[in-house]
């Protein structure tokens, strides 16, 4: 122990001289304080941002209408999505259904993320990474235990599925609530053969921006692909940040862009019309 902090006295004096002092990865609290607010967005609308490092992990709540921005910041980040209903978290993000109803195994802008009940949690309002999947799902302790030789969830190269339930937990959630996950800024497409093709190539600067239908616990992990080849552990910052807005219009691009995609907004609307069905 340092003689600095080896009273009660010096230890709160050194634990007070630390305010205001930032790292990188953390939350900014309060979330107005933010140091790079979205363009036209307005300081007092902001609800939380945070940073994520390399096996870092979080989970928040987002109000119907509100947008939430992932940010590549230095272009190798790796985005293991998942989202709940918040007020019933049985119902949840559906990977398989996302992208049977869509026709389309490969997101983007105009595309939403659908629940095993046939509802639009999110919708995807703007993309400039076009680089995601919805195929593998997140890595495990097992893959990462092989690769780098630790899978551990509090060793130096956690999996992504291991910290989304560290998440998760402190949200009174388990291991049964979290089925398959979304990967954003990693992308893998399936080659005429059959194979899975991993692109990873760095893209600083990217994001993706979600908007909430329903209100939503949205849970996050920054963790190396589970295809990806190289020897480190590598993940570059991921920056979240989430603002007050408006739900999809009547009109909404989104919204009308496929019957299918309609069908399901509409479930969306009659459960918070308080009919509560899906079809």
């Known amino acids: 122990m340092s003689s600095q902090t080896a009273t009660t006295h010096g230890a709160r004096d050194h634990a007070r001289s630390q ?15 933010a140091d790079d607010v979205p363009d036209g967005v307005r300081r007092e609308d902001l609800i939380w941002e945070e940073t994520l490092g390399a096996g870092g992990y979080a989970a928040h709540l987002l109000p119907r209408g509100a947008r939430l921005r992932l940010l590549d910041t230095a272009g190798d980040a790796c985005a293991a ?3 709940h209903r918040a007020d019933a978290p049985a119902e949840r993000l559906n990977v398989a259904d996302t992208v049977k109803v869509q026709w389309n195994a490969y997101l983007g802008p105009g595309m939403v993320l659908l629940s095993d009940m046939g509802r639009v949690m999110a919708s995807l309002v703007e993309d400039t990474s076009g680089r995601h999947d919805a195929l593998c799902g997140a890595s495990l302790p097992s893959g990462n235990a092989r690769r780098y030789g630790d899978g551990s969830v509090y060793g130096p190269s956690p999996s992504a599925r291991d910290r989304l339930l560290l998440a998760l937990a402190k949200h009174g959630l388990s291991r049964r609530d979290l089925p398959p996950t979304i990967t954003l800024f990693k992308g893998v497409r399936v080659a005429a053969d059959g194979a899975l093709v991993f692109a990873g190539d760095p893209a600083p600067g990217a994001h993706v921006t979600l ?20 020897e480190a552990y590598s ?45």
Do not use: K, Y
Not at 211 to 230: G, I
């Open 19 to 33: 305010a205001g002092i930032r790292v990188a990865a953390q939350p900014i609290v309060p979330a107005a304080d």
């Open 81 to 83: 999505l998942m989202i």
């Open 211 to 230: 908007r909430a239908e329903m209100d939503l616990l949205v849970s996050v992990a920054n963790c190396p692909h589970r295809l990806d080849a190289r």
């Open 235 to 279: 993940a570059t910052p991921l920056r979240l940040t989430a603002w007050r807005g408006d739900p999809a219009a009547p009109d909404d691009p989104v919204r009308t862009g496929t019957p299918e995609v309609l069908r399901a907004f509409q479930n969306t609307e009659d459960l918070l019309a308080g009919g509560g069905g899906a079809a």
